[in-house]
C-alpha cells in the first residue's frame, strides 16, 4: 500500500508521474482564473467606498497568500529533504523559491498600485507592507545561499536551514493586521465565522485563489522536472528521458 | 571516552576570552566601528540636538546592528581555517554546548563592550540620563539576540570565502523586529512613556532565540562542515 508513497522519493518516478499532469493543472488554473477574472473585473459590483479600484483585489490577494504558501512550501520542503535526505525535497524546495519571490514581487507591486488611489501614497512603512518587503528579502537570502556554497548538495542543505529559521516571519505577516494597529485592512476572507464579503464578490476571489494556487503547484511541477534534468544530468534515467 | 561537558565548556570559554583578549584591535574594531557611524548621522543629516534627539533610538540601534553583524562574521572563521572546528566537533562534547559557549564568549568581549560604551555616543545623541538604564538594558538584551542570529548566519556561511555580504543579507531581515522592539523600547524610554512592554517582548526574542538558535547553528555547522 505505501509503495506509491516510497516511490514519490525517486526522482525519474517523479519526473515521469508529473509531466502529464501539468497541462491538465494548466487548463485547470485557467478555467478559474478566466472564470475569476471576468466575474471579478466586469460583474461583481463596485465596492461601496473603494468603486472600481477594489477589483485589483482579485491579483492582489491571491500572491499575497501564494507568497506566504509558497514559502511554507519551500521550507516544509526543505525540511523532509534535511530530516529524512530525500533529494526530492531539496528539488522542490528549489523550484519553489523564484516562484514564491515572484508572487511576493507582484502582492507588492500590485499593493503599492491600490495604494496609490486608497491612501494616497505607493509605499506606507507599516507592518504588513514591511514585513511583506522583509519575506521577499528572506527570499532572496535563501536563494543566493544556495548558489553561493560550492558544493551543491550542501548549498541545499544550508538553504533549507535557513528557510526554516525564516518561517518565524510567515505568522507574524499573516497576523500582522490584526497584531499592530494597521493602515493595511483587516482580514476579510480568511477568518472564523461568516466573511464579510457579498457572495457576487466572494466568489470570483475564491476562484482566483484556487486558480493561482493550481496554478502555482502546475509551474512547480515544471520547474520540479527541469530542476531534476539538471541535478541527475548524469544519471542514466536522463539520457534516456531526453532520447524519447 | 566521557567529557566532562561543564569542564569542557570551562575550557571553550577560558580560550575564546584569551584569544579575544590576546587581539585588542580586533575587540576595539567594532568599538570604533559602532562610534564612527553613529558620528555618521549627526553629520549627514543635522547637528541640531532636537532633531537627533528623536533620532537618537534609531541610531543607536541601527549602529549597533552593523557593528555587531560586522564582528560576528569571524566567530567561526578563525577555527574552520586551521581545523580546531573540526576538532571540536569530534571532541565529543555536544555541538549544541560549544555553539553556546562560543557564542556567549563572543557576546562578552562584543555585545557586553557595545553596552559599556553606548551611554557614551547617546550622550552626544541628546539622549537624556533617565534613559540610560532603559536604553542599556534594552542593548544587551538585543546584542545578545544578534549574537545568536547572526552566529546562525555566521555558521551557515563559514566555508565562503567572501560570505560576509552574505551573511548582511541572511542575517538582517531575521533582525529586523529586534530592531523594531529595541528602537522602540529606547524611544519610549527618552519620552517617558512605559517602555516595559518593548523590553518585555526584547527579553521574549532573546529567551526565544538563545533556546532555539543554538540548535540551529550547531545544525548549520554540520552541514557546512561535512
Not at chain 1, 524546495?93 to 515572484?102: F, M
Not at chain 1, 505607493?122 to 522583509?134: F, G, M, Q
Not at chain 2, 538585543?142 to 556561511?157: F, H
Not at chain 2, 560576509?164 to 523600547?185: D, E, K, N, T
Request: charged fraction near 10%; aromatic fraction near 10%.
Amino acid at each position: 500500500m505505501w509503495t506509491w508513497f516510497y516511490r514519490l522519493a525517486s526522482p525519474p518516478y517523479v519526473y515521469g508521474f508529473v509531466g502529464p499532469a501539468i497541462p491538465w493543472l494548466l487548463a485547470a488554473a485557467a478555467c478559474l482564473i478566466g472564470y475569476g477574472l471576468v466575474a471579478g473585473l466586469v460583474f461583481a459590483p463596485p465596492d461601496y467606498q473603494q468603486g472600481d479600484a477594489f477589483r485589483i483585489i482579485y491579483v492582489h490577494a491571491p500572491s499575497a497568500w501564494l507568497s506566504l504558501c509558497a514559502y511554507t512550501t519551500m521550507a516544509v520542503a526543505g525540511a523532509i529533504g534535511l530530516v529524512w535526505r530525500i533529494k526530492i525535497g531539496f528539488a522542490v524546495a528549489a523550484a519553489a523559491a523564484p516562484i514564491g519571490a515572484s508572487f511576493t514581487l507582484v502582492a507588492l507591486v500590485t499593493g503599492a498600485l491600490w495604494g496609490r488611489p486608497m491612501w494616497g501614497t505607493y509605499w506606507a512603512w507599516d507592518p504588513r507592507l514591511t514585513s511583506e518587503l522583509i519575506l521577499l528579502f528572506l527570499y532572496f537570502g535563501v536563494m543566493s545561499l544556495r548558489r553561493a556554497l560550492d558544493d551543491a548538495a550542501r548549498g541545499d542543505r544550508a538553504a533549507a536551514l535557513l528557510a526554516i529559521v525564516g518561517v518565524v516571519n510567515v505568522p507574524i505577516i499573516h497576523f500582522s493586521v490584526q497584531w499592530w494597529n494597521s493602515l493595511h485592512q483587516g482580514a476579510t476572507v480568511m477568518k472564523f465565522g461568516k466573511s464579510q464579503m457579498p457572495g457576487s464578490m466572494l466568489l470570483p476571489l475564491l476562484a482566483m485563489l484556487c486558480g493561482f494556487m493550481i496554478f502555482f503547484v502546475a509551474v512547480l511541477c515544471q520547474r520540479l522536472r527541469a530542476e531534476l534534468l539538471m541535478r541527475e544530468r548524469l544519471a542514466v534515467w536522463v539520457r534516456e528521458a531526453i532520447r524519447t | 571516552m566521557t567529557v566532562n561537558i561543564s569542564a569542557a565548556a570551562a575550557v571553550i570559554l577560558q580560550r575564546e576570552l584569551l584569544l579575544g583578549f590576546r587581539r585588542p584591535d580586533q575587540l576595539l574594531q567594532p568599538l570604533v566601528f559602532f562610534l564612527i557611524v553613529t558620528t555618521l548621522f549627526p553629520l549627514a543629516l543635522s547637528a541640531q540636538l532636537s532633531l537627533l534627539r528623536d533620532m537618537a533610538p534609531g541610531v543607536l540601534w541601527v549602529s549597533a546592528l552593523l557593528a555587531s553583524l560586522l564582528s560576528i562574521d569571524v566567530l567561526f572563521k578563525g577555527d574552520a581555517d586551521d581545523g580546531t572546528l573540526e576538532q571540536l566537533v569530534l571532541s565529543g562534547v555536544p555541538l549544541g554546548v560549544i555553539v553556546i559557549v562560543k557564542t556567549l564568549a563572543h557576546w562578552l568581549v562584543s555585545g557586553a563592550a557595545l553596552v559599556v560604551v553606548s551611554p557614551l555616543v547617546a550622550m552626544a545623541l541628546g539622549i537624556p540620563f533617565g534613559a540610560f538604564g532603559t536604553m542599556m538594558l534594552s542593548l544587551a538584551l538585543g546584542t545578545l539576540t544578534l549574537s545568536w542570529l547572526g552566529a546562525i548566519g555566521a555558521a551557515l556561511t563559514v566555508g565562503l570565502r567572501r560570505g560576509s555580504m552574505l551573511l548582511s543579507l541572511i542575517v538582517l531581515p531575521l533582525a529586523s523586529p529586534l530592531l523594531i522592539f529595541g528602537a522602540s523600547a529606547t524611544d519610549r524610554a527618552i519620552t517617558g512613556s512605559g517602555s516595559a512592554g518593548a523590553l518585555y517582548l526584547l527579553a521574549a526574542l532573546c529567551v526565544l532565540t538563545s533556546t532555539l538558535a543554538p540548535l540551529a547553528i550547531a545544525a548549520a555547522l554540520r552541514i557546512t562542515l561535512e
